[in-house]
């Protein structure tokens, strides 16, 4: 009924698709999944998509200048950083700028979900948890 | 428990058999400051433990991680041991060279392990193939096996390093020949034969003081409290089930923490404890001779390790009120009422 | 047999190397960690109470940290500082006992009744407004509204069940060196939104419940005001409409209202002034006052003395219809009525709103009567509380007049005053001329010249200074002196931009002259006029300037542990003062062990030891610097006894050297052509090297280890020591640096420091300036970061060598951080 909640996930490791793609399948996402960023900005650029999970340190681009790229093109579009160590100074940058939560690893799908879950309820399209099919 | 309320009664009479030691007697500041480093050593090595508990609660597989968690598993692990052993080496300097001797090889064997590229799959790892896939996982078992894995020699294991390390520096530092709390004993237990119960401030007693005189129930300790809450003041110390009464009793107190050493002429036992209601901090550390049985005295919930040298055992990350209540356990074995 | 016990000795030589590299590390490690703990503790006593157990534990694991990092010092100098146990001792002795005196969380209520209870509540629990509000309602029971204050322990309470401290103190850190204005109001606006989206504890919802409904028997369907009650709005500062009032607000929405006053406490407008006031803490603890609204047919505020007066026989009533807070801003404009301030006060002058004389007034919503009732009132006030206050009042459509604030007076005396006073002025000529004003004003004062030996602590307040030049160590002084005289001193100079945040009159550029004042007594500085008189001049400005000094230096202060805990005395590691006795505080303790640990290691490379000079090896390079290396374990030097930069397997010495060794530095042309014609052990002497005057001693030592540099080098009077750990994982490495200027005057040396300062900072080091010694810390870094904080080191130790040549004025500061930055390095040569 309900259209499923689009989700970009960008991260140059490739555990992390491996793993988060099924556990968000599971709450109903249709997940892309890119482990580089300069394919995953083009897809940008050509879809809206609901929410984008980034990685923040990447070798060809950082994280924030995917958030900037967004934020740009699809102001609406929720985006949430992975941060691979918790540094202050850039969770601090991110904040102010308007990211709209950040997950440090390692951190378990689940944790991740409930950030998803606020940030689709954020939009206006709320996801409910309580319906994952395990 | 709210211990900080009210002195009981009972308390107080025990309180009474301790003889004061103060800044007078020589010796007593390193005596202090002995204290305050062994305290450093202990939390060091919670450290490494916890960071052990961590990367065994990853491995488990539930988890998204990336290499970097574990290469900086492994510098932790490194930094930790050796804050751990220069604390070794500060107590025991004669254990110095061999102490970083082998600290060395474990320093070597993590550099092997964070430039290695492809790991080697260990036997358990093939049963889950999940894991397997991932390269991640299998540097954190291996890494796992050189904290903690099966020893294939004694001392192998950094664990092992750890445990052996503090079972040497506390049979020598309460034990050896020269230690300093011989020093600080003998002065004193000639100067007031018959005594054999002491207690000094932690921080108080070390340099000169104001000129508060302290007496020993103006200590406010709250481990030390707890411990002889249930306590029979008439029939401390029977350590070796044959009531020897020649035991003699340190307490090294503050207002959260206690030291406690109690020392017969073949035998001994050590107790740290904190409680401060603070969970990450509290703990209780007990270290007791071979020939001490410990299963009278321990209550339930202590982890327990058996060494050539002596008994370990510990507890940590439980609720305070767990603590509180082991401290009176452990107090009330140490003295059973004679009914 | 011989060889076997050298072979020992050799061994224990190594050990012994290596147990000082350890014992090192292990103190520098603990000095990163308790200034952590220091900088937290900064920002955690701003807005959490002193005796908060959090505060407890972290002053007590400090001092622990204390304790072991002496036990180190002394075992890396040889039991040359067991004089500071006693003091270390000592810190926690009087800190156990400031722990004692407090209350403990547990025991503070989350909400209090202002009127009618009996025991005198704590300021620092309620806040400066409601306890105001509390002694007017002891003076004045019938008149003042009931209300309750949810207090300062609900508020961190608040913040405490949201995790909101550390994030907070996050977004604060550094706010005070912010210039970018839209970084600020950024940050600001985002802690406002937490704190509006935060969940509120239980305890304190049931709080506002239980009170509202307690008051709501005596005033029943009311609705609210709510009103900011922080903690240093008890007069001195006035925080006058700088933080948010809520009114009309329906009981069922008191929660909500809550949150948003508290969330008033950090706008802009309310940070930015405690900044400008420089007032240390960047935010205060904040209680807030409940009261039920009076639903007026007037209202307004009073003054007790007009504001531009010290002594006045009238006051100031302002006053509109209705509600009085749009006023109160400045969005309204009200009506005035001045009263002449006697025992029975008359009406002396009506000034209506619209300013416009001719009309008759139309004041007629408050009759004259009413008016001269507020005003006795008003007088009663200030005799009971002893000073000149600003009240805000109601009258009811009962004609009850109810009382609703009181304010401490802040009176600050204006230029335009001294026509007045000019008794005996115009016929007095000034004793001095001239000069550049750096800051204006008046004062008056007896004076105190500053020489080489004068101890900064024995100045009196109230004193006017007299000094050569504007050194910035004499900044601890300024806040409480009355004015500043200088002989030379550029206008744009660091102190001068201190003595404007100080506001401290002053002038500078006097000249030799000033030398005649030293006889004097007592003199009068017209700074605004550049001139100086003898003897007392303006009756009067002596009080204001001594209360100007006493206001401000009330709220230098952050509690009972400043002084003991965070306060720097020591500042000065060349002073004769620089001593463990010195050490007054924990911070001090940690300035003066890490100085002494730092200073030992440059005997670390005392080559009288015979197995160092036979271990150490020396660097060959074309470059005209002479440094000797020591492998600390075997591992990252091959053989011989010289080296190449390129064998040395030492990570952070490695990336040190590609800057020290790039080749857009400066150095190799402007060293030929200065060096050319010069004699040889001049040249050496400049360089350091084995022929130069002091001998062994002027040799470059660099320690390394795969891992590990420590370098202690002299390039033309600097000393500069980098101490880094870099290996390929993240959580050991740390770059550390130390650079000490040496020659030049004390406006190059501290334009050098700023230049270091800035480029440090900008490529992401903490910084720490005293004077001219800057210390720069990275810690936590991965390699490559770490890596290239080393050669942005070893650029800045060669580059640094020009900086007098080219920092000519302040300005140049930032030019030349800015070139450095962009890589522009020919342009110091």
Redesign the interface.
């Known amino acids: 009924m309900s259209k499923s909640l689009e989700v970009l996930l960008l991260d140059d490791?490739p555990?992390?698709g491996?793993?988060?793609k099924p556990a968000l399948d599971k709450i109903g996402c249709h997940v892309e999944i890119f482990e580089n960023p300069i394919e995953a900005v083009a897809r940008i650029d050509e879809k809206e998509f609901d929410i984008v999970v980034t990685d923040i340190r990447m070798e060809k681009m950082n994280g924030m200048q995917v958030f900037e790229h967004v934020k740009k093109k699809w102001p609406r579009t929720k985006v949430i950083i992975i941060t691979?160590?918790a540094k202050?100074e850039l969770?601090?940058e991110a904040?102010?700028k308007g990211i709209f939560d950040f997950i440090a690893?390692?951190?378990?799908?689940d944790d991740?979900r409930q950030i998803i879950a606020r940030a689709a309820q954020a939009l206006g399209t709320p996801i409910d948890l309580t319906l994952i099919k395990d | 428990m709210h211990c900080r309320a009210v002195y009981g009664e009972m308390i107080m009479r025990i309180l009474e058999k301790f003889k004061k030691i103060t800044h007078k007697e020589p010796g007593i500041r390193d005596f202090c400051i002995q204290t305050i480093r062994f305290r450093k050593l202990l939390e060091n090595a919670r450290g490494l433990l916890a960071l052990l508990a961590d990367g065994n609660e990853k491995v488990l597989g539930e988890y998204i991680l990336d290499r970097h968690y574990v290469t900086s598993l492994i510098d932790s692990s490194v930094e930790r041991l050796g804050m751990m052993i220069y604390d070794a080496c500060v107590l025991v300097p004669e254990f110095g060279e061999t102490l970083y001797t082998q600290y060395d090889r474990h320093k070597r064997r993590a550099g092997e392990l964070i430039s290695q590229n492809s790991p080697s799959a260990t036997k358990d790892m093939e049963a889950n193939t999940n894991i397997s896939s991932d390269p991640e996982y299998r540097l954190l078992s291996d890494v796992l096996t050189w904290l903690n894995g099966e020893p294939s020699d004694p001392g192998s294991t950094v664990i092992d390093f750890m445990k052996q390390t503090f079972v040497r520096v506390l049979k020598h530092i309460d034990t050896g020949n020269n230690s300093t709390i011989e020093l600080l004993l003998s002065n004193n237990v000639s100067k007031a034969p018959g005594s054999n119960m002491f207690l000094l401030d932690l921080w108080e007693d070390a340099v000169v003081p104001s000129v508060k005189p302290h007496s020993p129930y103006a200590i406010n300790c709250i481990p030390l409290k707890l411990l002889l809450m249930d306590a029979d003041g008439d029939n401390l110390s029977p350590l070796l089930d044959d009531k020897n009464k020649t035991a003699t009793w340190v307490a090294t107190a503050s207002e959260y923490q206690l030291s406690l050493k109690i020392l017969e002429p073949d035998c001994s036992f050590h107790l740290e404890a904190t409680v401060s209601r603070h969970e990450p901090s509290d703990f209780i550390f007990i270290f007791a001779d071979t020939t001490i049985n410990t299963e009278n005295i321990l209550p339930q919930g202590f982890h327990t390790e058996i060494t050539n040298y002596g008994q370990l055992a510990w507890k940590l990350d439980t609720a305070s009120k767990d603590i509180e209540d082991s401290l009176i356990s452990i107090g009330r074995n140490l003295s059973p009422k004679t009914v | 047999m011989p060889f076997a016990s050298e072979n020992t000795a050799m061994r224990e030589m190594d050990y012994h190397f290596r147990f000082r590299y350890e014992t090192l590390r292990s103190l520098l490690n603990k000095n990163g960690g308790a200034l952590q703990i220091l900088s937290d503790l900064e920002a955690d006593l701003n807005h959490i109470h002193y005796y908060d157990e959090r505060i407890k534990r972290s002053i007590r694991r400090l001092i622990t940290e204390i304790l072991l990092m002496a036990q180190e010092l002394n075992l890396l100098t040889k039991n040359r500082h067991t004089d500071l146990y006693e003091t270390i001792f000592a810190l926690r002795d009087r800190t156990d006992m400031i722990f004692k005196e407090g209350l403990s969380a547990a025991d503070q209520p989350m909400a209090l009744m202002i009127s009618g209870i009996e025991k005198k509540p704590d300021p620092a629990l309620i806040g400066g407004k409601a306890f105001g509000l509390y002694t007017l309602s002891k003076f004045f029971s019938d008149l003042v509204p009931p209300g309750f204050v949810m207090t300062t322990a609900a508020y961190n309470l608040l913040l405490e069940k949201n995790n909101l401290s550390d994030r907070i103190r996050i977004l604060l850190t550094n706010l005070d060196v912010t210039t970018d204005r839209d970084q600020f109001k950024s940050r600001t606006q985002t802690i406002r939104r937490w704190i509006r989206e935060a969940i509120v504890p239980e305890e304190i919802e049931k709080a506002i419940r239980e009170y509202a409904e307690k008051i709501s028997k005596t005033f029943p369907d009311t609705l609210w005001a709510l009103r900011s009650s922080a903690v240093l709005e008890d007069g001195a500062h006035s925080f006058a409409g700088q933080f948010d009032t809520e009114l009309q607000i329906h009981s069922e929405n008191l929660v909500s209202a809550y949150k948003q006053v508290l969330a008033g406490k950090f706008n802009d407008r309310a940070v930015s002034y405690k900044i400008h006031k420089n007032i240390r803490e960047i935010d205060t603890p904040m209680a807030v006052l409940f009261m039920p609204m009076i639903d007026p047919v007037a209202a307004g505020v009073i003054y007790t003395s007009e504001l531009n007066a010290t002594e006045s026989d009238t006051m100031a009533i302002n006053s509109v219809p209705g509600l009085a807070n749009r006023m109160v801003k400045g969005e309204e404009p009200g009506d005035t009525f001045l009263v002449s301030k006697k025992t029975l006060p008359k009406l002396i002058k009506t000034i209506p709103a619209s300013r416009d004389d001719s009309s008759t007034t139309k004041a007629d919503y408050i009759k004259p009567e009413k008016l001269l009732e507020i005003a006795e009132l008003a007088i009663d006030a200030e005799k009971k509380f002893g000073f000149s206050m600003d009240i805000e009042w109601a009258v009811d459509k009962n004609e009850k007049v109810h009382l609703l604030q009181a304010r401490r007076l802040n009176i600050t005396p204006s230029e335009n005053e001294t026509e007045g006073l000019f008794k005996r002025g115009k016929d007095t000529l000034p004793t001095l001329e001239g000069g550049t004003t750096i800051f204006p004003g008046r004062a008056e004062g007896p004076v105190i010249f500053l020489t080489p030996e004068t101890d900064l602590s024995e100045v009196p307040d109230g004193a006017v200074v007299v000094a050569q030049q504007p050194k910035t160590e004499y900044a601890p002084i300024l806040p409480k002196i009355a004015a500043f005289l200088v002989m030379e001193g550029n206008p744009v100079g660091h102190l001068a931009t201190l003595v404007r945040e100080f506001a401290v009159p002053c002038i500078f550029g006097l000249g030799k002259n000033l030398k005649i004042l030293a006889g004097k007594n007592i003199i009068s500085v017209n700074a605004t006029k550049r001139a100086v008189y003898t003897g007392i001049r303006w009756p009067g400005i002596r009080e204001s300037v001594l209360a100007r000094i006493a206001s401000k230096n009330r709220h230098e202060k952050t509690g009972p542990l400043y002084d003991l805990i965070l306060k720097l005395n020591l500042t000065d590691p060349d002073a004769p003062s620089f001593k463990a006795k010195s050490c007054k505080s924990a911070h001090d303790v940690l300035r003066f062990m890490h100085e002494m640990s730092v200073r030992s290691m440059f005997g670390f490379g005392d080559a009288q030891k015979r197995g160092w000079k036979k271990k150490s090896k020396t660097l060959k390079t074309g470059l005209p610097i002479k440094f000797q290396l020591i492998d600390l374990d075997k591992s990252a030097m091959p053989g011989a006894h010289a080296v190449k930069p390129d064998d040395v397997a030492s990570l952070p010495f490695k990336a040190l050297w590609r800057g020290i060794s790039d080749k857009s530095m400066p150095w190799p042309d402007r060293w030929a052509r200065q060096m050319a014609g010069m004699p040889a052990d001049f040249r050496e002497t400049i360089l350091g090297g084995k022929r130069g005057p002091r001998r062994a001693s002027d040799t470059n030592y660099a320690i390394v280890a795969a891992d590990y540099l420590n370098l202690n080098a002299r390039l033309a009077y600097h000393y500069t020591m980098v101490d880094a750990m870099v290996g390929p994982g993240t959580e050991n490495n740390y770059v550390h640096f130390r650079f000490r200027g040496g020659g030049a005057s004390d406006e190059n040396r501290d334009r050098r420091a700023r230049f270091l300062e800035s480029v440090l900072r900008q490529s992401g080091f903490g910084v720490d300036r005293r004077g001219d010694l800057v210390t720069a810390w990275r810690r936590r870094y991965p390699q490559n970061d770490s890596e290239n904080s080393l050669e942005i080191l070893g650029k800045l130790m060669v580059c640094a060598r020009e900086l007098d040549a080219v920092l000519k004025n302040d300005m140049d500061v930032k030019r030349y951080a800015d070139y450095f930055l962009k890589g522009e390095y020919d342009i110091f040569s």
């Open positions: 490791e555990i992390v491996r793993r988060l691979g160590y202050m969770a601090r904040m102010e690893k390692p951190f378990r799908p991740l």
